[in-house]
């Protein structure tokens, strides 16, 4: 998905339109317990554009002074935006701030919209004219408070966004990504695979935009890992901001099948490795969790329980995903993680027979009877098919939806799970009315 940055001294609204923006978009009704958000960082949609939308303002970045602040938020949106929302306040006009950072925006060659913020009614719009002499792109009067003019500048915003770029694999070329904060040994856990072996490591590396990714083939089944680009591109702006690896993160994890989220096994979890796999879990992607440095912890006969016990305890909501243990410093272990990487992959693409779905239904509601609501009405199962695969999608028809609550959904999905074993895939169950 590309990417929209929003752009702006403090203060100009920008925060206010995001949420507009992120309030725009057509929401798909789910319950997602346990999932963290990150407010900076959403989806968002507009005319069939499906982005990514990000708010650079709340990007904490130690204690620059402000306009320091300002200039690298700049920055970090050229680099990693698609299309950036500059954003001014049209009650004050035209600062020397704004031109400073319309200078850095100058300079990027990204796609620009100004967003003059704050013209509540129309009588404000000649004020409009002074910010076209900044030179960076077409501007659009807005309110987000009254959320006047998003409409417009949203069309003009996706209409510079890049065509979709397809990638070259093949249908069954394994797409994986290792994700997880700074140190936890990604790169030297893509390391080791590539130097296991029978593992043939393609010498053209494919290259998009965004990421180098590298392809692989081991017993005649070909992979690619999507390098985060975090991995091999350093730098201090990056370093600085922990928040901001959440985005190449999300890129990654986009163009992923299979996600191994990596855990430092020395340090625990922290709420930022929640955040990530969150996101891997809400994009639907398969997961697969890695406490990676298993050599360097103290073990007795129950250590390895009781991690797992921390794991599933942080990570509700991927009660799905396998762990494995290993260490890429030592290789212990990592002859099962290839395996492991292909059967949650198995998982995230299996399609079952319709007959044997609605059997299993049948049974799960026969051991455990339907809900009733307050006035006593039944949930009626009449008829569940699958409707799509990675993930699993199950379309569920009934007499009424809203009585399918979501502790008796989790029930089907358990059973579902159970009968077919999916593993390390979620699986998606949505409710239709009969017709
Ligand atoms: P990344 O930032 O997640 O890509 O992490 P790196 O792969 O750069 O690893 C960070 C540090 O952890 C390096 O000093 C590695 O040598 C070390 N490291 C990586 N994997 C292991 C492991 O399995 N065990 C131990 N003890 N150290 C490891």
């Given at each position: 998905k590309p990417v929209l940055a929003i752009v702006g001294r403090p203060n100009v609204g920008k925060s206010t339109i995001f949420n507009r923006i992120v309030g725009e978009r057509v929401a798909i009704v789910e319950d997602k317990p346990g999932v963290t958000r990150d407010r900076i960082y959403s989806s968002g949609e507009w005319l069939e554009h499906e982005f990514y939308i990000i708010?650079?303002?709340?990007i904490e970045i130690g204690d620059e002074p402000l306009f320091e602040q300002v200039r690298i938020q700049a920055e970090l949106a050229i680099e990693e935006a698609d299309v950036i929302c500059f954003v001014v306040n049209g009650r004050e006009g035209l600062t020397a701030a704004d031109e400073e950072v319309s200078q850095i925006l100058q300079r990027s060659r990204k796609p620009v919209v100004v967003a003059v913020n704050?013209?509540?009614?129309?009588?404000?719009?000649?004020?409009?004219?002074?910010?076209?002499?900044?030179?960076v792109g077409e501007v659009y009067p807005i309110s987000g408070s009254h959320g006047l003019g998003i409409g417009d500048l949203l069309d003009h915003a996706v209409e510079s966004f890049p065509k979709v770029e397809e990638d070259a694999y093949g249908e069954d070329t394994i797409r994986m990504s290792l994700i997880g904060r700074?140190?936890?040994g990604k790169s030297s856990l893509v390391n080791a695979i590539l130097g296991e072996e029978r593992v043939i490591v393609s010498s053209i590396p494919g290259t998009t935009r965004d990421a180098i990714d590298t392809p692989f083939t081991k017993d005649d089944q070909e992979y690619v890992v999507i390098d985060t680009a975090g991995m091999r591109k350093r730098g201090k702006v990056y370093e600085s901001?922990?928040?901001?690896s959440v985005l190449r993160a999300l890129k990654a994890i986009e163009r992923s099948d299979v996600v191994l989220v990596v855990i430092n096994a020395e340090e625990g979890i922290i709420e930022q490795d929640k955040k990530i796999a969150g996101y891997a879990h809400e994009a639907g992607r398969a997961i697969l969790i890695v406490v990676n440095k298993w050599d360097a912890v103290e073990k007795d006969d129950k250590t390895m329980r009781e991690f797992e016990q921390k794991i599933r305890d942080h990570f509700l909501f991927l009660d799905y995903a396998p762990i494995i243990f290993l260490s890429a410093l030592t290789k212990r272990r990592l002859q099962h993680l290839l395996p492991a990487v292909n059967q949650v992959s198995e998982s995230h693409n299996l399609r079952v027979q319709t007959h044997v779905l609605n059997d299993v239904i049948v049974d799960a509601v026969t051991m455990n009877p339907t809900p009733t609501d307050h006035g006593g009405r039944r949930l009626r199962i009449n008829y569940s098919t699958q409707v799509s695969v990675a993930p699993p999608t199950f379309i569920i028809f009934v007499n009424d939806p809203e009585l399918l609550h979501f502790s008796y959904k989790r029930y089907l999905e358990n059973k579902i799970r159970e009968a077919f074993n999916f593993v390390g895939t979620p699986i998606h169950i949505i409710a239709r009315k009969k017709s």
């Amino acid at each position: 998905k590309p990417v929209l940055a929003i752009v702006g001294r403090p203060n100009v609204g920008k925060s206010t339109i995001f949420n507009r923006i992120v309030g725009e978009r057509v929401a798909i009704v789910e319950d997602k317990p346990g999932v963290t958000r990150d407010r900076i960082y959403s989806s968002g949609e507009w005319l069939e554009h499906e982005f990514y939308i990000i708010d650079t303002g709340g990007i904490e970045i130690g204690d620059e002074p402000l306009f320091e602040q300002v200039r690298i938020q700049a920055e970090l949106a050229i680099e990693e935006a698609d299309v950036i929302c500059f954003v001014v306040n049209g009650r004050e006009g035209l600062t020397a701030a704004d031109e400073e950072v319309s200078q850095i925006l100058q300079r990027s060659r990204k796609p620009v919209v100004v967003a003059v913020n704050k013209m509540d009614d129309h009588s404000m719009h000649e004020k409009l004219y002074e910010f076209y002499s900044l030179g960076v792109g077409e501007v659009y009067p807005i309110s987000g408070s009254h959320g006047l003019g998003i409409g417009d500048l949203l069309d003009h915003a996706v209409e510079s966004f890049p065509k979709v770029e397809e990638d070259a694999y093949g249908e069954d070329t394994i797409r994986m990504s290792l994700i997880g904060r700074p140190n936890v040994g990604k790169s030297s856990l893509v390391n080791a695979i590539l130097g296991e072996e029978r593992v043939i490591v393609s010498s053209i590396p494919g290259t998009t935009r965004d990421a180098i990714d590298t392809p692989f083939t081991k017993d005649d089944q070909e992979y690619v890992v999507i390098d985060t680009a975090g991995m091999r591109k350093r730098g201090k702006v990056y370093e600085s901001t922990e928040k901001y690896s959440v985005l190449r993160a999300l890129k990654a994890i986009e163009r992923s099948d299979v996600v191994l989220v990596v855990i430092n096994a020395e340090e625990g979890i922290i709420e930022q490795d929640k955040k990530i796999a969150g996101y891997a879990h809400e994009a639907g992607r398969a997961i697969l969790i890695v406490v990676n440095k298993w050599d360097a912890v103290e073990k007795d006969d129950k250590t390895m329980r009781e991690f797992e016990q921390k794991i599933r305890d942080h990570f509700l909501f991927l009660d799905y995903a396998p762990i494995i243990f290993l260490s890429a410093l030592t290789k212990r272990r990592l002859q099962h993680l290839l395996p492991a990487v292909n059967q949650v992959s198995e998982s995230h693409n299996l399609r079952v027979q319709t007959h044997v779905l609605n059997d299993v239904i049948v049974d799960a509601v026969t051991m455990n009877p339907t809900p009733t609501d307050h006035g006593g009405r039944r949930l009626r199962i009449n008829y569940s098919t699958q409707v799509s695969v990675a993930p699993p999608t199950f379309i569920i028809f009934v007499n009424d939806p809203e009585l399918l609550h979501f502790s008796y959904k989790r029930y089907l999905e358990n059973k579902i799970r159970e009968a077919f074993n999916f593993v390390g895939t979620p699986i998606h169950i949505i409710a239709r009315k009969k017709s």
